[in-house]
């Protein structure tokens, strides 16, 4: 129904902001993906929506490109995540490292998120699974099992998904997953 707010940023309280529209101030709650590269108030701005009408509620749902609103969307069709909940996974993680998580079937990823535990995880995998982060190409340093096996391992380590996937470059392409997880680590060590 309502698809675009475009006005005035009158207030930022997180996850809310209120935009006013030629007088009429609107209450949008956004991810904080989008809230924190939004402009200061009293700036202009411009959001893509979502209305949730329920039988206690109309909310106004706010994001600042239409990935993440079509992210949004898909979350919510899955049974048992609602709108906040969305909201949670896509201020927990950017539409593309969502993306990645799926394409890659990393539950580990999505526990991290508060709200998210494993078995929700794994839903979400699987309902999303060819539907977000089919269209996004894998990093060359994940085209395989193992080495996706020891990006997870990496990461279930403690480090970054940046510092994983950097010491997998230097890994050969056929290499097992308990080797490289050996040469990865002291890459790290360095």
């Known amino acids: 129904m309502i698809g675009k707010l475009t006005g005035i940023l009158a207030?930022?309280?997180?996850?809310?902001?209120?935009?006013?529209?030629?007088?009429?101030?609107?209450?949008?709650?956004?991810?904080?993906?989008?809230?924190?590269?939004?402009?200061?108030a009293g700036e202009r701005v411009s959001l893509l929506t979502h209305f949730v009408v329920r039988e206690d509620a109309q909310v106004l749902y706010g994001f600042a490109?239409?990935?993440?609103?079509?992210?949004f969307r898909m979350l919510i069709k899955i049974s048992g995540i609602g709108p906040r909940m969305a909201l949670g996974v896509l201020s927990g993680l950017s539409v593309g490292e969502l993306a990645q998580a799926i394409t890659l079937?990393?539950?580990?990823?999505?526990?991290?998120?508060?709200?998210?535990?494993?078995?929700?995880?794994?839903r979400l995998l699987l309902e999303l699974k060819g539907k977000l982060g089919a269209d996004i190409a894998l990093p060359a340093h994940a085209a395989t099992d193992a080495q996706a096996d020891i990006l997870q391992a990496l990461v279930a380590l403690g480090y970054s998904d940046k510092e994983a996937a950097?010491?997998?470059?230097?890994?050969?392409?056929?290499?097992?997953?308990?080797?490289g997880i050996k040469l990865a680590l002291r890459a790290l060590a360095k």
């Open 11 to 40: 207030e930022r309280n997180p996850p809310q902001v209120v935009v006013d529209c030629n007088g009429v101030g609107y209450e949008v709650d956004v991810p904080m993906s989008t809230f924190y590269n939004l402009p200061p």
């Open 65 to 71: 490109t239409a990935q993440e609103r079509a992210a």
């Open 105 to 122: 079937q990393e539950a580990g990823r999505l526990v991290k998120i508060p709200g998210i535990g494993k078995k929700t995880a794994e």
């Open 166 to 179: 950097a010491s997998l470059k230097a890994l050969p392409k056929d290499v097992a997953v308990g080797e």
